[in-house]
């Protein structure tokens, strides 16, 4: 029967959406990165914008590979330091707006130069340490720093969308910072043609510059982004054929990939890359985790390879101590001798051997340790509630660390709930990973964890959620953040990495996935381990990751 539904699926050629008939092999369903009705598209707001807003719509200066750790030049040609303060871009030759304008060098200055006009846009900072932008001709500038740091800056070149100046520049900063900006005109292969609460529909730009340019052409000539906000609702639409590209967590993908011949990255476990390094940030300001020795007991007790099987069906694999993605980007820095000395492994024994040293014992002998001075203590973990995956994750955190003599217990907040406790620090010990996931440079991942700024804020969304102090930290983040000699920046990650084993504000558990799943019902020749040509992510900040290539490379039926 669910085999008759596959069939019935290819069979129908024309799929009716709001009353317009799309051709079924021209048209791409694809789910895992709208989770509200879509009603912004602005691109100075990316967090809040429908994913594919940047990227499909809006471009950046560079893509970058992570597969293969290569910055591809997209809008532009090329771009290189001439000296220690001074970068040079060019852009392409017939670089064009969807509306038939030319973009040219003025509409990288000004989407640069509205940053510093209205201070509240997200890459605003970066006139902290950019003195000026010179305008060399049509499609060359020159960056002068007045700080370079080298290291935001490839983030920079992969993340800031390029605007189109003589639709912005007239707008008051209310409307930069805050207009919904439907209907948005920008530079990419796909415009927005259309939505409703669940779904934004993106249109084949036919006179996007690539095509000409680069010799891509994006095969689907609709993409339907879907808001499916239940699992197993994704999971029945993808044994259908209606959906083609799921960017979802989905469980049972084993059972999927042999019964439906669904595909996924890799053929085996662990099926997904690596998107991020999730673990545990500490509170390091309340007793006793403020002692290090505690938090390293608390590393030896969990067992990170039950969470990979009991909510993963190794779908991800165990991080290693220090939380270094095994990515080519990544590992050519991995301090392995720093890891081996400082290291920790599951290792329930010595965790206990730890707490005894320090004075922690069980001294009524209700299964749980009291402090040296005989005083019981209870700590809490914490996830989102509906977040199943999390939520079996932190029930395994807990179970060992109860074995170890620690009283701790599972929380499950709403996500607001959540969210005030994570970036307010008022957590004991919490889940997270939204600032170490896959970037162009290895420093995001560090100042992810150790992020200083946080100690003094009330609130942090850029890291360091437990408040973790450390004025030497700080001067290494700047170091690395300033560096652009490979043997200098693995020095200081060797240094980072030994303050991050020795003291523990975050432990790292497991690689949480790049979730992809596909059906070959109307697409095939998705990118994979052995078809590499892109890394099939289509959630915000991954089109520029390489996934935007997935839609050159895939083939209707």
Known sequence: MKRFLVVLVLVLALVSVFGQTFERNKTLYWGGALWSPPSNWN????????????GLVYEPLFLYDPLNDKFEPWLAEKGEWVSNNEYVLTLRKGLRWQDGVPLTADD??????????YTGISYSPVWNWLGRIERVDERTLKFVFSDPRYQEWKQML??????????????TEEEVLQAANENPVGSGPYYVES????????????NWWGIRELGYDPKPERIVELRVLSNNVAVGMLMKGELDWSNFFLPGVPV?????????????????????TAGIYIN?????????????AMAYAINPEKIVTRAYENMVTAANPAGILPLPGYMKYYPKEVVDKYGFKYDPEMAKKILDELGFKDVNKDGFREDPNGKPFKLTIECPYGWTDWMVSIQSIAEDLVKVGINVEPKYPDYSKYADDLYGGKFDLILNNFTTGVSATIWSYFNGVF????????????????????????????????????????????????ILLKDLPFIPLWYNGAWFQASEAVWTNWPTEKN???????????????????????EAK
């Open 43 to 54: 691109p100075f707001t990316p967090w809040n914008a429908v994913a594919g807003t940047i």
């Open 108 to 117: 990288v200055v000004f989407t640069f130069e509205i940053a510093k006009k």
């Open 158 to 171: 992969i993340n800031t969308p390029i605007v189109p100046k003589h639709i912005w520049e007239n707008k």
């Open 195 to 206: 939505w409703a609460d669940d779904r934004c529909v993106f249109k084949k730009n036919g």
């Open 256 to 276: 999927l990939k042999k019964a439906y011949g669904i595909v996924t990255w890799y053929e085996n476990a662990p099926y997904m890359l690596p998107a991020n």
């Open 284 to 296: 390091v300001n309340k007793y006793p985790l403020s002692i290090p020795e505690f938090r390293r």
């Open 451 to 498: 992020y200083p700024d946080a100690v003094e804020s009330e609130y942090s969304y850029s890291g360091n959620f437990g408040k973790y102090a450390n004025p030497e930290v700080e001067t290494l983040l700047d170091e690395l953040n300033r560096s652009n000699d490979d043997a200098k920046i693995k020095e200081v990650v060797a240094k980072l990495s030994e």
């Open 532 to 554: 590499p040509y892109a890394v099939p992510i289509g959630w915000n900040g991954w089109w520029q990751l390489t996934g935007i290539k997935t839609l050159f490379g895939i």
